[in-house]
């Protein structure tokens, strides 16, 4: 990996914290590995509870000098993280796909979009508006200001191993906060190049670490249990999401959770077919399939059910599976091995139930965890991804007759993460959107993400929101003075 890089310092097997690159005390490793070809890429440092908790002190002495400089001040540096990232956008890339195997372009992509809200939140930090409120007795003078939360613990998933990091570490930055943040285990190189930037940027010492570790639980104890962390800010799967609010609770601790999804995208017999069919593939194969807002449902009319599911499975069998640095790639390899059985599962469970496996279906030939895009017709509420997100490469279509039975089928779930439909009429449009129980809906289009609006899920999807001008406010308290005069 190292001779693809046009700066190899980015690639550090060293964890960062409390401003310097540390191995285990233990001296404890773990492997990262290319899930495309196997290969092992690097062995990183192995961290525990004692060194998060060091990383969590030193955050905390940081954070107050942080939180006492100007918000143009902040901003500046936080600027300059942003040009640096997108300076090395190309071997920050090359990096993400070597440990997660999206395909390049794609990844470039995300290095792109994780440094905006950099960016974003760069420009946000100059807007953290107070407020004065008339007072309820003549002599008092009612206000309010806000002020950072301190030490932000943060868990990331290895899907978005950049962007995933941004969301969360940009706004507590940008608001005064300090940050420790535990990477996936799958990714944490990604993570480690962000920090080398994060130093030559001028971040201060201490006020951001990177903390990789195997043993995720423990991390998550030590953020859960040490009294000078007072927020935690996580993404990942809703039955971990459960285990850290019930763990955060004893703290009391303010949490931000951006957690599974099952989202419904659906089209009525008015939609334009074509656009619904690019929408679907886009919002479907996206990262292969591994993405917390890619469909996972596809609900057809009747009407157009038979011509959308000929048109989807034909522009979707032209698609190519390969390594993420072959040009051509349109679907890299899963993650692990665990994730290709549970496609191997959902799929088995359609096909015992009467689904129609109309393309695809099983392994890659070219093996590990290559697999094949997979389409199923004829899928039914009993079937298995009705209520659970497949996160891999397997479209599933159900038919449906009337606007209501479908709005029924796609709350029909303890998820409300992001739902999408394609139609034209405009009654039905705003009839839908209004029905629809979750946080995000694309309309006419399969992609929703940016960092200008606020991403989060409602149901058992999470609680918070990143990006947007809301983003900045999970990371902040009100205070409200009363004086009297
Ligand atoms: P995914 O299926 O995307 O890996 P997880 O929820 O298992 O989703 O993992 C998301 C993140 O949470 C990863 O960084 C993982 O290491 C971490 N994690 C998993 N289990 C725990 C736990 N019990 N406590 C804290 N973090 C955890």
Known sequence: LKSKLSDPSLLTDKAYVAGEWVAADDGG???????????????????????????????????????ARTAKDRAKVLRKWFDLMMEAQDDLGAILTAEMGKPLAE??????????????????AKRVYGETIPGHQPNLRLSVIKQPVGVVGSITPWNFPNAMITRKCAPALAAGCSFVGKPAGETPLSALAIAVLAERAGLPAGLFSIVPSSSSSDIGKEFCENHKVRKLTFTGSTPVGRILLAQAADQVMKCSMELGGNAPFIVFDDADLDAAVDGAIACKFRNNGQTCVCANRIYVQSGIYDAFAERFAQKVSQMKVGDGFDAETDFGPLITEKAVEKVEEHIADARSKGGDVVLGGDRHEKGGTFFQPTIITGATQDMVFAQEETFGPMAPLFKFDTEEEVLGYANDTIFGLAAYFYARDVGRITRVNEGLEYGIVGVNTGIISTEAAPFGGVKQSGLGREGSRHGIEDFLELKYTCLAI
């Not at 092992?40 to 905390?60: C, F, K, M, P, S």
């Not at 290095?111 to 974003?120: P, T």
């Open 29 to 67: 490793t773990f492997e990262v590995r290319n899930p495309a070809t196997g290969d092992v890429l690097a062995h990183v440092a192995d961290l525990g509870r004692a060194e998060t908790a060091r990383a969590i002190d030193a955050a905390e002495k940081a954070g107050k000098e942080w939180a």
């Open 107 to 124: 990844a470039k992509g995300e290095i792109a979009y994780g440094a905006s809200f950099i960016e974003w939140f760069a420009e946000e």
